[in-house]
């Protein structure tokens, strides 16, 4: 495609010959005319002259507009469809059926002592222990700030009820914090592990002893 650059040259050319050809052809043209023709050439040179250099500014800016339309305009005219990503379930993962839940414990002894629990039972595939975050929060008409230990847990979806009735049975907070967020995209082989993991208490409707 030519670029705006290109056509600002070619409309530089196109007066250049217009300019050479009013020098030529004119003079002899005026001299052997007679009449009203004379006039008549004299007016078309210099309406070619004045068209050129009105449309000199122009077709730069122009140019550069029609270079600058998106591709998903030029497809819908020629009537391709924009390209679509990719599904999900192509890699036979099923959106939000893996889940992300997060506990926070008073001290890095009680989350050790829960998140070990719920991987040997089979309830989490894995936990990440995040230390040394501040909590701020109402608790019976107080704010309260707290130093609390966060556990990221990976677990099927259809396990965080299990997960959660288990964490509250051995939890030391009158209220444990008890959040679940579902995954809907990651990879694949991951996703298919924590699958694999749990399989077992998956596969249970009750919590493993």
């Not at 040997?120 to 909590?135: D, F, Y």
């Not at 509250?168 to 959040?179: D, F, K, Q, T």
């Not at 579902?182 to 993991?197: D, F, I, K, R, T």
């Amino acid at each position: 495609m030519r670029g705006p650059d290109w056509l600002a040259l070619e409309a530089q050319l196109s007066l250049s010959r217009g300019v050479r050809f009013l020098i030529t052809w004119l003079p002899p043209c005026l001299g052997c005319m007679r009449g009203v023709r004379a006039p008549a050439i004299l007016l078309g040179g210099g309406a070619a002259l004045l068209l050129s250099l009105l449309w000199m500014p122009v077709l730069p800016p122009v140019a550069s507009r029609l270079l600058s339309l998106p591709r998903a305009l030029l497809s819908m005219a020629s009537g391709s469809p924009p390209a679509q990503p990719s599904p999900a379930s192509d890699s036979g993962y099923v959106p939000g059926s893996v889940s992300a839940a997060f506990v926070t414990c008073p001290n890095e002894k009680v989350a050790k002592e829960i998140a070990r629990a719920v991987v040997e039972k089979r309830l989490a595939a894995c936990v990440n222990l995040i230390p040394q975050i501040t909590s701020i929060y109402e608790w019976k008409g107080k704010i309260e700030e707290d130093s609390e230990v966060l556990m990221m847990i990976k677990t099927p979806s259809s396990l965080v009820p299990a997960l959660t009735d288990f964490v509250r049975s051995v939890h030391p907070y009158e209220v444990a914090e008890v959040i679940s967020l579902p995954v809907e995209q990651g990879n694949s082989p991951y996703l298919h592990w924590v699958h694999q993991v749990t399989e077992s208490a998956s596969d249970s409707s009750t919590v493993p002893p």
